[in-house]
C-alpha cells in the first residue's frame, strides 16, 4: 500500500530478507540494487555485518542477511 508519509528514520517494522550464503547474499544486492534500491548511508553498524542494508525507492530501509554469518549460525 501506498503512503505519502516520509520513511521513518528508525521504524517499528523492519524487513530481513533472509539468504543461506554469502554468495547468494551478493546477487541478491546486486539483483535489487538493479531494480532501484540503493546503500544508504548509516552509522552504527558492526565493523563486518552478516547483513547489508538497502533502502528502497522511497527511502524505506531493509536488510539482506546472510545466514551462514549470523551470530545464532555458530
Excluded: I, K
Amino acid at each position: 500500500m501506498r503512503s505519502d508519509s516520509p520513511p521513518e528514520p528508525r521504524p517499528r517494522v523492519h524487513l530481513d530478507l533472509l539468504v543461506d550464503t554469502t554468495a547468494e547474499q551478493d546477487a541478491e544486492v546486486a539483483r535489487l540494487l538493479g531494480l532501484g534500491a540503493t546503500l544508504p548511508d548509516r552509522d552504527g553498524y558492526p565493523a563486518e555485518p552478516d547483513f547489508v542494508v538497502l533502502a528502497d525507492p522511497d527511502g524505506n530501509v531493509f536488510c539482506v542477511v546472510d545466514l551462514s554469518r549470523a551470530p545464532s549460525s555458530g
